[in-house]
């Protein structure tokens, strides 16, 4: 009876542990401190060449992440396009190393600080998330009903071409250029495409960009962050709706199918159920065998 009882305990086992969720064993004494975007100041390329420079704080800043192939993005574009800077200052990145315009430190930003799926993405302020054409239509709602309270950068200017600041060491200032590109197929611009980028420990309080060659129109976004991934919140009830990533011929599930842990330990229970399913039949069958072979009439 014992080996009766512990074969079916043995694979219902397997079948458990697999999907035994990983935070589970952590040390519930470790702490977790996600990364903020703690301030934003914005200035013209023209202050590296001019005597004096205005440095300012944006009311929101809307980091918009998308891609030349991506066609949603088309219509999402448009939208953040006609933005006036005094609502919003964009940062469009274009993470895809599809794109010619393809940029390292945006596509860090997507895949490690920002843990995003899907393009078309739009981050307020480094803590609202909007994703796809449907929830973009939430845009302007969102940045009427949020406020961002930008603190930490001090003292800073723009004088003979060197950046300077004052910030609590411990944390990041990275230095965005951006400047108007056309699009790669398209006959018009992205007024607001982050081309290069520069990271600092906050200490260093200083950096020469005279040595940089900027073009007509362009600006620069500084930005003081404590490091470390993003606690983004998702601002629109409405459906992300259906976007690419990474190419036009790689479509992945909906975001919550892939964040979702009990559908990934669905998936994973029914793989290992028509893995062992051969081995209980079998075992089905060994129980119902009898143990002795039945007398004959001449016994």
């Not at 794109?99 to 981050?123: A, G, H, I, M």
């Not at 409405?238 to 919550?256: F, H, I, K, W, Y």
């Not at 028509?274 to 075992?283: E, G, Q, R, V, Y």
Request: hydrophobic share 35%.
């Amino acid at each position: 009876m014992r080996w009766r009882f512990s074969v079916p305990f043995l694979l219902a086992t397997l079948m458990i542990l697999p999907v035994t969720p990983a935070h589970g064993f952590q040390d519930d004494t470790e702490t977790y401190l996600p990364g903020v975007l703690l301030d934003v100041r914005i200035f013209s390329a023209e202050c590296l060449t001019n005597s004096s420079c205005d440095l300012r704080q944006p009311t929101h800043l809307l980091e918009y992440f998308s891609a030349d192939w991506c066609e949603p993005c088309e219509q999402v574009s448009q939208q953040v396009n006609v933005l006036n800077e005094t609502e919003a200052f964009v940062l469009q990145h274009h993470p895809s190393n599809q794109d010619l315009s393809f940029l390292s430190e945006s596509k860090l930003r997507f895949d490690q600080e920002y843990r995003l799926l899907f393009y078309p993405s739009l981050v307020v302020d480094g803590t609202h998330l909007l994703t796809g054409t449907r929830q973009a239509m939430d845009l302007n709602f969102t940045l009427e009903n949020s406020t961002a309270n930008w603190s930490g950068l001090e003292l800073m200017s723009v004088e003979n071409g060197t950046l300077d600041w004052n910030a609590s060491a411990g944390n990041v200032l990275r230095i965005w250029y951006i400047e108007p590109t056309p699009h790669e197929s398209e006959n018009r611009i992205h007024p607001h495409l982050a081309r290069t980028a520069w990271e600092f420990n906050s200490s260093v309080s200083s950096y020469n960009l005279s040595q940089f060659e900027t073009v007509e129109n362009g600006s620069f976004a500084v930005m003081l962050e404590r490091p470390g991934v993003r606690d983004l919140t998702v601002s629109s009830d409405a459906p992300t709706g259906r976007v690419e990533v990474d190419g036009p011929n790689n479509e992945l599930g909906s975001e919550e199918q892939r964040r979702n842990p009990a559908w990934l330990a669905g998936v994973t229970a029914g793989g290992l159920a028509i893995m062992l399913s051969p081995a209980l039949f079998m075992h089905r069958r060994l129980m119902n065998k009898p143990s002795h072979p039945p007398f004959s009439e001449s016994e």
